[in-house]
């Protein structure tokens, strides 16, 4: 596709339950990133991945959150046992392997954890 | 670890009026710094960004220079418009961290006609 598309766009689910956000990079860019954006902050990095691997989890707030990428392409990004803290806009990025390339950002999943 | 600081907002200016945001940085590598844009209802979009000392950035009438020695990333515009009413980050990423990207807390902008 032309952009990086998430989906979905939006998405109301109740505490405890599993979600999965999905995000489709732009084709050939081999490096993928999700961050997180709560309400009046910038977007806060969850997680790297340089092809199919986790380059860098480091900014996941803990084990109920997992994200896969499995073959380089497409992410998931998954939420066990949501709470209404994890409520936020979900950016996925996309960027080519040149160290100077520019991330370009999808436009993101609501999620409301009611 | 990394963080970025930008003025806090709304700012509200008459169109035709001088912009400046500022943003410090600190950083543990050599950074490359950014500046993005996010107008109502769209996603986050690259505005403009320098990658080493010294080197300015400009866009769409936008301009910020890399200033090592103040560790600052100041966002100005001579003559600012309607249509540039959005939230601007400030965001730096290093090579070595995978460039993934450290944002400030974003400014409003709304700008009157």
Known sequence: ?114 | GDSVTQMEGPVTLSEEACLTINCTYTATGYPSLFWYVQYPGEGLQLLLKATKADDKGSNKGFEATYRKETTSFHLEKGSVQVSDSAVYFCALSVLEYGNKLVFGAGTILRVKS
């Open chain 1, 1 to 114: 596709g032309a952009g990086v598309s998430q989906t979905p766009s939006n998405k109301v689910t109740e505490k405890g339950k599993y979600v999965e956000l999905r995000c489709d990079p732009i084709s050939g860019h081999t490096a993928l990133y999700w961050y997180r954006q709560s309400l009046g902050q910038g977007p806060e990095f969850l997680i790297y991945f340089q092809g199919t691997g986790a380059a860098d989890d480091s900014g996941l707030p803990n084990d109920r959150f997992f994200a896969v990428r499995p073959e380089g392409s497409v992410s998931t990004l998954k939420i066990q046992r949501t709470e209404r803290g994890d409520s936020a806009v979900y950016l996925c990025a996309s960027r080519s392997q040149s160290a100077s390339a520019e991330a370009f950002f999808g436009q993101g999943t609501r999620l409301t954890v009611v």
